[in-house]
């Protein structure tokens, strides 16, 4: 573990400024971590565990934004979007992603229906900054349970990521046991065409995270339980994909794991959550960890070395 640690808080400001080994925040339990680099800053999204203990079960209200120009000393900009801020929604803050579109940013996020629709469900929030102000851009919820009926379980609609082609064409990607996609209009917030099943990605959990490199497309996403990442490739967003291994183990004594991949000033990062690192950490209280990423020549991935072991 990393014992040094050199933490700044700049009070008055309304942020806070931390510079960090892994886990990067220690202040708050944060998970479900999401990245978008915009302008040479890196934003990171993430749910906050506000759970008392590790013994009961998730509390989740909020998503926290942060930014940093060196993936070291990161800004805290505090509460970005509320579970409550979906009128629709009854809580439980699950995982999300943020993507820039034409000026505007968009912010996929995972909530609990309230109780007019059964399960968990998909809505998105638009603003006009990476850091917000976000706003609700549908009042009502994007995907909901009863568009995928084809899994018995009220979960199966959770963990959103969002890719938008060279073509210019969005997808949104989610699922829990079943991997799913579908195209998004140029509006970002409503769907254009079928939501279709994912094959070729074994043992699949949840947590997909897609993106592209050099030629390849990517999806990794959380296999099994205790979960591991594992990762596959294709020649495009829409598949075949290709599963080519793990990309880390069960990360800490918690057995969710949660990655966002990342370039950045020519580096790769993975970032992910563990329940390692803070005494009072476990499956309920996460926290966000960062370590480097790196591609072997034929495209596929290194297995991470993960700091926080
Ligand atoms: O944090 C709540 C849920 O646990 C997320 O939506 C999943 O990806 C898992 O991390």
């Given at each position: 573990l990393w014992l040094h640690r050199l933490c700044a808080l700049l009070l008055g400001t309304g942020s806070a400024l931390v510079q960090a080994e892994n886990p990067i925040f220690t202040d708050v339990f944060t998970a479900d971590p999401a990245a978008l680099?915009?302008?040479?800053?890196?934003?990171?999204?993430?749910?906050?565990d506000e759970a008392p203990d590790n013994t009961t079960f998730f509390v989740m209200n909020e998503w926290l934004v942060y930014s940093s120009d060196d993936m070291a000393n990161w800004e805290?900009?505090?509460?970005?979007l509320r579970a409550k801020d979906f009128t629709w929604a009854k809580g439980d803050a699950w995982a999300s992603q943020v993507i820039e579109r034409n000026g505007k940013f968009y912010w996929y996020v995972t909530v609990r229906h309230d109780d007019t629709k059964p399960g968990f469900a998909i809505g998105v929030a638009v603003g006009d900054s990476p850091i917000g102000p976000f706003k609700d851009a549908l009042?009502?919820?994007?995907?909901?349970?009863?568009?995928?009926?084809?899994?018995?379980?009220?979960?199966?609609?959770?963990?959103?990521?969002?890719?938008?082609?060279?073509?210019?064409?969005?997808?949104?990607?989610?699922?829990?046991?079943?991997?799913?996609?579908?195209?998004?209009k140029k509006n970002m917030v409503e769907l254009d065409g079928p939501i279709r099943a994912i094959e070729g990605l074994p043992e699949f959990t949840e947590a997909i995270w897609v993106h592209k490199y050099q030629d390849n497309y990517y999806l990794s996403y959380a296999m099994g339980f205790p979960e591991k990442i594992g990762y596959a490739m294709g020649k495009s967003i829409k598949g075949?994909?290709?599963?080519?291994?793990?990309?880390?183990?069960?990360?800490?004594?918690?057995?969710?794991?949660?990655?966002?991949?990342?370039?950045?000033?020519?580096?790769?990062?993975?970032?992910?959550?563990?329940?390692?690192?803070?005494?009072?950490?476990?499956?309920?209280?996460?926290?966000?960890s960062i370590d480097e990423l790196f591609y072997n020549p034929d495209g596929t991935i290194k297995r991470i070395v993960m700091t926080t072991e």
């Open positions: 680099v915009h302008k040479g800053r890196v934003y990171l999204y993430a749910g906050r805290a900009h505090g509460p970005g009042g009502k919820a994007l995907i909901t349970n009863d568009m995928t009926t084809d899994t018995p379980i009220d979960w199966d609609d959770i963990d959103p990521s969002v890719f938008i082609d060279d073509d210019g064409q969005a997808y949104l990607f989610w699922g829990n046991t079943r991997p799913r996609y579908a195209k998004l075949p994909w290709v599963y080519k291994g793990i990309l880390n183990e069960v990360a800490g004594n918690t057995p969710t794991n949660h990655q966002a991949i990342i370039e950045f000033n020519n580096k790769h990062y993975f970032i992910y959550h563990t329940g390692a690192g803070r005494p009072d950490g476990g499956q309920y209280r996460r926290s966000v």
